[in-house]
């Protein structure tokens, strides 16, 4: 079959070498006339670029027609002799939830979904049916919200070898005219027309308005400064992983002295790339995040630095951490430990107190119940031999502990004297023989130090 629109994309799949012969693809499919023509598309060019296609369709549950359109995909998909898989999310309760829009919610779990099924089927491609509108919107979109180079680069072709975009340097005028061809079928979505979303408010005002009295290609021009941008951004990007693999702790954490060795521009993108491997929901990311990150790694913030989906990130010597959940304010403690056990502490934390003649992982320290294991407090101090009384504040801060951590930390105190801080010290006269059967203490928290 001769077509304008398959030759468009079939100079888009060899240009950006979206797939490779064997490529197991999911096709993302919501029944719109977009999404149809994907799927046609692509079992149209199955059997020349050898792809096994599956059909996914996540429903959002926002509409009452939501449920009949799924099965209507379903049916699109069984027609053409391709496995079906439906997925579907309370968005409207998830978007509660999280204090985000409509529209992001379904994203984030739409997306989540795509990838959860990528990793269980051993899929190697995710295709996805955005076209040149969509990108020249998007473009328009981010630059409203104060974009960088990044965001104005707009949807990319390929992202990271997996998520393809086979549609998107074709029009939606295109796409409709092939539909029509084809004689294909498809629902209408009418929340595309609802003016509470800024997209539609893009699409159905602004763009329009552009075009009628400043350009009338003004969307041409926009798909072609984001593709100019992309293939810039690709070397950008290649340019910041290399600086990030640099700049990475074994402990999975950001060294600080190898980030002061690069341009702030480059540390954005680490910073980027940082978020992304720690799991932060990056769709919610917007440029205030990166500068707040800026600031930490400058000094001029203490922290913690709040992040979506739950997220922080605190600055230790040396080092910039991304945790996953609110760290919770620490209220001074003071627990009497009578003999062995698990004791809780703040935070979710455990010490752990065992009496072991070895203790390969914890700090060995006499037997002697009771004792005290308390908070730190201003003043406190311990006796290091050769050196004389040296603040635990300082000692603490030495071991690249952040503050919350060092409130946090325990202290064992006996008789009004500080004799152990596990893991890191045990007074010269709390210090047992290699012979002696002593107490084993051990520290247990929910990341690594």
């Keep these: 079959m001769r077509s304008s629109l398959l030759r468009k994309v079939r100079q888009t799949i060899e240009r950006y070498a979206l797939f490779r012969p064997g490529d197991r693809v999911l096709v993302a499919v919501s029944g719109g006339v977009d999404s149809m023509v994907l799927l046609e598309v692509l079992h149209l060019l199955q059997r020349e670029y050898g792809l096994s296609l599956w059909v996914a369709h996540y429903d959002h549950r926002l509409r009452k027609s939501s449920l009949e359109e799924a099965l209507w995909v379903r049916q699109e998909a069984r027609r053409r002799g391709l496995p079906f898989i439906y997925g579907v999310g309370l968005v409207r309760e ?111 005002l602004l763009l329009p308005f552009l075009e009628r009295h400043f350009h009338p290609r003004v969307r041409e021009n926009l798909k072609r400064t984001a ?49 992304k491997e720690a799991g932060v929901p990056l769709l919610r990311i917007r440029q205030g995040h990166l500068q707040a990150l800026e600031q930490l790694f400058r000094g001029r913030a203490r922290g913690p630095v709040p992040l979506p989906g739950g997220f922080m990130a605190l600055r230790a010597p040396g080092r910039i951490r991304i945790l996953s959940g609110p760290q919770p304010a620490i209220s001074p403690f003071v627990l009497k430990v009578q003999g062995p056990g698990r004791y809780p502490l703040p935070g979710g934390w455990y010490l752990r107190v065992e009496s072991s003649p070895t203790c390969p992982e914890g700090l060995r320290l006499k037997k ?57 010290y045990v007074h010269p006269d709390w210090r047992p023989s290699p012979q002696e059967e002593a107490l084993c203490l051990k520290l247990e928290r929910g990341y690594k130090i």
């Design 94 to 204: 998830y978007a509660r939830r999280e204090k985000i829009s409509l529209e992001m919610a379904g994203r984030e779990l739409r997306y989540r979904f795509f990838e959860s099924l990528r990793r269980r089927l051993d899929l190697q491609k995710v295709a996805l049916a955005h076209h040149a509108d969509d990108l020249a919107e998007e473009v328009l979109l981010k630059f409203i919200r104060g974009a960088g180079r990044r965001g104005l680069a707009g949807i990319p072709v390929k992202r990271e070898e997996v998520v393809v975009r086979p549609l998107l340097l074709v029009t939606r005028a295109e796409i409709e005219a092939f539909a029509r061809q084809r004689g294909l079928r498809w629902v209408e979505d009418e929340s595309n027309q609802d003016p509470r979303f800024w997209r539609n408010r893009v699409r159905h």
């Design 368 to 424: 002697d119940f009771p004792f005290i294991v308390r908070s730190r407090r201003p003043g406190d101090r311990v006796l290091i031999p050769g050196l004389g009384h040296k603040k635990i504040k300082k000692l603490l801060r030495e071991k690249g502990l952040t503050v919350w951590e060092r409130d946090l930390w325990p202290l064992v105190e006996k008789d009004g004297k500080i004799i152990a801080i596990p893991e890191y």
């Design 227 to 275: 593709l100019i941008l992309a293939e810039e951004e690709e070397l950008i990007g290649d340019l910041a992983r290399r600086a990030y693999d640099r700049a990475l702790l074994e402990t999975g954490e950001l060294s600080v002295p190898v980030l002061r060795e690069l341009p702030e521009a480059l540390r954005r993108r680490i910073y980027w790339i940082a978020l």
